[in-house]
């Protein structure tokens, strides 16, 4: 099956109100992920609008295209911002309540030089999300009307780049989620990401960026440029760490490691999967050190499939964990400007070559 693509391009706006045309189809799917979010968020609160203030202020400073490209989407979607707005930002919403039920997995990791068989770099993530996803999950091929062209990996509805992307330059980028004690008012993940495809190429421009803007403090990003300089960015919301590969190679999950930041996450899962995090981890990580030299895409697919057990599971199905199922799994490849995707679980789905210049 292959997997949805939007053709999206223009302002923010009109990038917004295309990708809700072009998943109009879905939007009975898209009212109830986003009625079981904001079910979940509202037993919490009484109110949140003092936070959706003080969030939409922040934007109209450091991202107001991404509140330009939400009003798009919910408009062509005929979705009430009272509903959609907190949708869009509910991991965060949900940590800031300190609600702490939000559990999104996801591995990534990058390699490059002599870590690949080809010298080439290569950035990989599994997807574990909520499994009400897996059909809003799609591509969309993104011509800003400023910017670097880029192909994301998405969910109908969902704004910004949603998981993860990579641009015409070879600048590639996946996020994870991380629940923090360390959260506060700023720019959700996708907007970085979306600003990071939009106007860089390369890391350390990428790096200089993400040092400029206020951060909601719940969660990580993997790059990878052309060039095979790679980087990890912690970021809690007061303090930020940046993790370099010492080896050739950097892994990455659900929590945070670096000395600055460690202190700042808080493991919710239950006792049966405590430490998972680091358990996968320490899975990818071994296996990258004895595959040196060797690491190529059916290397690549083969790790991701991997199953192991329910703590070390690269591959998480949903008797692992019910609410971060393995919903798909994405090789990026900077120099040639392609990525392969697998649309569900990556031990069961054949992954796909997609470019960005088709």
């Not at 670097?148 to 509805?157: I, K, N, Q, V």
């Not at 929590?255 to 990818?284: E, K, M």
């Amino acid at each position: 099956m292959t997997l949805r693509t939007l053709h999206l391009s223009g302002d923010a706006y009109a990038i917004g109100q295309l990708h809700g045309t072009q998943v109009a189809d879905l939007r009975p799917k898209i009212l109830r992920a986003m009625q079981a979010r904001l079910t979940a968020l509202r037993q919490k609160s009484i109110g949140l609008d003092p936070y959706l203030y003080e969030i939409t202020q922040i934007w109209e400073v450091h991202t107001p295209g991404t509140l330009a490209m939400l009003h798009g989407m919910a408009d062509s979607l005929a979705l009430p911002w009272s509903d959609y707005f907190p949708y869009t930002i509910a991991s965060y919403l949900t940590d800031q309540l300190a609600n702490r039920g939000s559990r999104e997995g996801c591995t990534t990791w990058a390699a490059s030089g002599e870590m690949t068989r080809d010298g080439a770099p290569l950035l990989a993530k599994n997807r574990d999300y909520r499994p009400d996803h897996q059909l809003l999950q799609c591509l969309a091929r993104i011509e800003p009307t400023h910017g670097h062209p880029y192909l994301c990996l998405t969910s109908a509805g969902s704004p910004g780049v949603f998981s993860s992307g990579m641009n015409a330059t070879g600048l590639a980028v996946a996020d994870t989620h991380v629940v923090s004690n360390n959260i506060g008012p700023g720019i959700a993940r996708y907007s970085l990401m979306m600003h990071l495809l939009e106007q860089f190429s390369s890391v350390s421009e990428a790096a200089d960026y993400l040092g400029t803007v206020p951060h909601f403090g719940d969660g990580t990003v993997i790059l990878a440029d052309a060039q095979g300089d790679t980087a990890v960015f912690e970021l809690a919301h007061s303090v930020q760490a940046v993790r370099r590969p010492a080896e050739g190679f950097l892994v990455n999950t659900n929590h945070f490691s670096a000395s600055q930041t460690h202190a700042h996450w808080v493991d919710t899962n239950p006792p049966r999967l405590q430490g998972n995090s680091q358990a996968r981890r320490q899975h990818v990580e071994a296996a990258l050190r004895s595959a040196r030299g060797r690491v190529d895409v059916p290397w690549a697919q083969a790790l991701m499939a991997q199953h192991r057990d329910d703590l070390s599971a690269i591959c998480r199905h949903p008797e692992v964990e019910a609410h971060a199922v393995t919903i798909s799994a994405v090789i990026f490849l900077p120099q040639q400007a392609s990525l392969y995707v697998a649309e569900g679980l990556p031990c069961q789905t054949p992954f796909e070559l997609h470019r960005i210049d088709d």
